[in-house]
């Protein structure tokens, strides 16, 4: 056998079995629960939510949670249910560290995908308002993203088509723990409506977490916002935004004369005006004392009912039809109430 053929026979038995050597490693790191998700956005909170949308897609999906972390951490999705007596799903599609116009991206793709979404709930503080200008609005592939959860394609297509051979060896030590602990900022715990409620403990998340990020509102956060509100108004998707609960010690440190939030609070009504959006200030009205919180934004999981109640009484009292068709009116009142209330 000549040199050539020997090289030919080499060149294709190496294209041959490298890739086979990776799929036999995918499916021995699935078989032992120690596969971490395809890395579409290289979020694990969101990767790991689309694994388990694909195993378990919801069948009549009546309400969204869409937004950052702290719609993520924030809600109790069965006892919203409960509260809104909801026949439907509800699922909570929070992604940790997203801004309002990367949100409102999310919220398009999901609520084409699952045309029977009635209501869209979005729990939001002050860093969803940083670098709207900048981040790339388009996080993830849709087309990849939907056909994932769809199920038509095997799952191993996705790992080569988004291959990141470091990251699944690093995580392979890391993703069971992350999947069943409520300990850890990295979990990936859903419980089964995709809401992950922590409980952190103090020592676990480092001072830069703890401080928060400086407040900064950049003014294209709001007109997407607003871009938001009317494409669900538009269609006849009620929709309600929750101002989250803030620590008071980060609020101190980062906006200690309360100008940033008062301006915040100011945009946010502007930026919803006549849309028809229920605005919950749950900040306000809740006061959550500091040792509420496992970081600077984040609830932690045992006053998560307090929030869920508040949001669902809210929505309640604002119009006895939550899930929807609501007449488009002015703001209610909730906002300035609860803003004279901290002044």
């Known amino acids: 056998m000549s040199a050539a053929s020997k090289f030919l026979i080499g060149l294709l038995a190496g294209a041959v079995g490298l890739p086979l050597c990776l799929a036999v490693l995918f499916v021995g790191l699935d078989v032992v629960g120690r596969l971490k998700a395809p890395p579409f956005a290289n979020r694990l909170s969101f990767d790991e939510k689309l694994r388990v949308l694909r195993a378990d897609p919801p069948q009549q999906l009546d309400v969204l949670f869409a937004g950052s972390s ?8 069965e006892l919203l249910r409960s509260e809104l007596d909801i026949d439907g799903e509800v699922l909570n599609l929070g992604v940790q560290d997203l801004r309002v116009n990367q949100i409102k991206f999310l919220v398009e793709v999901f609520v084409g995908q699952f045309p029977s979404v ?10 969803d308002y940083k670098n709207c200008g900048s981040v790339d609005t388009r996080f993830f592939k849709p087309d990849d993203v ?4 769809s199920g038509n394609m095997p799952e191993l297509y996705y790992y080569f088509r988004y291959l990141d051979l470091e990251g699944t060896l690093k995580r392979a030590r890391q993703i069971s723990h992350l999947r069943n602990t409520i300990h850890d900022l990295e979990s990936v715990s859903f419980d089964e409506h995709g809401s992950l409620l922590l409980d952190v403990p103090r020592d676990g998340v480092i001072d830069r977490v703890w401080d928060g990020d400086p407040i900064t509102l950049d003014p294209p956060c709001y007109p997407a916002l607003r871009a938001l509100a009317e494409e669900l108004r538009d269609q006849d998707i009620a929709f309600t935004f929750v101002i989250a609960p803030m620590r008071p010690g980060y609020l101190a440190g980062r906006d200690p004369h309360g100008t940033l939030l008062a301006q915040h609070r100011e945009k946010v009504q502007t930026a ?16 959550m004392p500091e040792d509420a919180f496992f970081d600077a ?9 307090k929030l869920t109640r508040y949001v669902g009484e809210q929505m309640i009292t604002s119009t006895a039809q939550p899930k929807g068709n609501r007449p488009a009116r002015p703001l209610t009142s909730a906002v300035s109430q609860a803003a004279d209330h901290t002044r």
């Not at 702290?70 to 999705?77: E, N, Q, R």
């Not at 009635?118 to 860093?127: A, C, P």
């Not at 934004?297 to 009912?305: P, T």
Request: charged share 20%.
């Open 70 to 77: 702290t719609t993520l951490h924030g809600l109790d999705g």
């Open 118 to 127: 009635e209501h869209v709930v979005m729990v939001s503080t002050l860093l």
């Open 146 to 149: 939907l056909g994932y959860i």
């Open 272 to 287: 919803l005006a006549g849309t028809g959006a229920t605005v919950i200030d749950a900040h306000a009205a809740l006061e």
């Open 297 to 305: 934004y984040h609830l932690k999981r045992d006053r998560v009912e």
